[in-house]
């Protein structure tokens, strides 16, 4: 590695404690993950929902994308949204590499904002020019806004690893596209776009035994609730293998540092593998769901908890490709109390609203116009 590559340390210093920012850089992303799950599993399974659906609301498929997209209504907003504070951490703690990878990436990295405006913009079009309005059709808009929130992952995964591995920017710089090459792009590419397809089967699937035991529409409910199930069990199979793959395919020495770290870094992905498994033997349990509601909300519950975990656990990845450059340089500390507790102050704020937000939608959904 040319350590002249890496940009100098920012001189202002760091305003707080370096673990503060990561645990912030943690807990924010893992915000993040929630809704992005929603937004990306969730458009790509209203997609191919609505393709085995003919394109007709009243199928349950294709029922079930148009509830899927009126969620992402919402989703996609606080996608963008909580995506700002872990944005932020990130280049509070690694500037140096982040700024660095996205000029390396910059064409593409700059196409986020187009790809996400078109993405965003078509999640409309197919609500009020598709199905969930005209009661068919919109299947191009919803392709479209799927095919843009995909490629916004690929976008997000290839900055992450040009930003993790400064030894390979002369190389990259003669084209940005040689990330693909990488060997552990594909498998982390497809490891998270599993988990949002889990994730967002899930939600569908929690939604609709919710409906069902409240006696509403029962048939509907329970087709689609045995739908996303299923969708939900093989997506986390295929995460769980992927997930295995992933591992092998690190570099040694960040294979070998998460496997050497003792409880710190084994803990969470030890308790991350068991939680996977057991959430396939809790999906492996039941064919109609409606019929075990605690059974869902568990396994809902347990899917959570793994994305959290999991996101312990790719900082940690992060920051074991990255050790042989950190280590050559230290932050300066300026503490900046009085703006942390601002910050603190807003995050909770915000929190509470989104929560606020969140109850309202569920317990006194909108119909009508006021839907929209």
Known sequence: MNPNLIPAVDPAGLPGPAWLFHILLVFTFFLH????????????????????????????????????????????????????????????????????????????????????????????????????????GGGLWLGVSALMFFVIAMIHVAVNLVSSQPEKWGSLADGGWNVLGDPTFWPRLFHFVLAGIAFAALVAVWWAVRRAGAGVDVEINTEIARYAWRWALWSTVLQVADGFLLLMVLPKPVLKGLMSGGLATL????????????????????????????????????MTLTIAIMSITRHQVR??????????????????????????????????????????VLTSPATGEDAA
């Open 33 to 136: 993950m929630l809704f992005m799950n929603l937004t990306l599993g969730g458009t790509l399974l209203a997609a191919f929902a609505h393709l085995r659906s003919g394109g007709r609301r009243d199928d349950f498929r294709g029922a079930l994308a148009g509830r899927l997209m009126a969620v992402n209504n919402f989703g996609i907003s606080l996608t963008i949204t909580t995506g700002v504070a872990p944005l932020l951490f990130i280049q509070v703690i690694y500037h140096q590499y982040f700024y660095t990878a996205t000029i390396l990436l910059a064409s593409i990295w700059f196409a986020t904002l187009i790809l996400l405006t078109v993405g965003y913009y078509a999640a409309y079009l197919y609500k009020f020019r598709g199905a969930p309005t005209r009661g068919q």
């Open 267 to 302: 803990g969470p992905l030890t308790l991350a593998i068991f939680i996977g498994i057991g959430l396939l033997m809790m999906l492996a349990r039941a064919s109609n769901p409606v019929e075990n509601p605690g059974l869902v909300t568990g396994t809902l519950g347990a």
């Open 319 to 360: 920051a074991l490709y990255l050790e042989p450059a950190t280590s050559q340089h230290h932050f300066q500390v300026v503490s900046q109390w009085g703006n942390f507790l601002l910050f603190v102050v807003l995050l909770v704020a915000g929190l509470a609203t989104v929560a606020y937000m969140v109850r309202r």
